[in-house]
């Protein structure tokens, strides 16, 4: 119950999210998660999916599919 860490981890690198960057650790994994939003292929992290071969078709853009959106609470 001892929880004073931050409101969670990283889903890139699960690094302690920071607040400036959340839900991420820092504007690397921001970038990250950005570009893989982009490219249309959200890879969860620990998922590999490697399917950057312009198919967008098996690609459901399935928004609540997020590992960690616990980032919108604050306490
Ligand atoms: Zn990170």
């Not at 839900?23 to 998922?47: E, K, Q, T």
């Not at 853009?61 to 959106?69: C, F, I, L, Q, V």
């Amino acid at each position: 119950m001892a929880d004073e860490r931050p409101k969670g981890k990283c889903p890139i690198c699960s690094e302690p999210t920071d607040a400036h960057y959340r839900p991420f650790c820092s504007r690397r994994c921001a970038d990250i998660d950005l570009h893989r939003w982009l490219s249309g292929g959200y890879a969860i992290a620990g998922r590999d999916d490697d399917d950057d071969m312009a198919s967008n078709e098996a690609a459901p853009k399935s928004e609540a599919e997020r590992p960690d959106d616990d980032f919108r609470s604050s306490d």
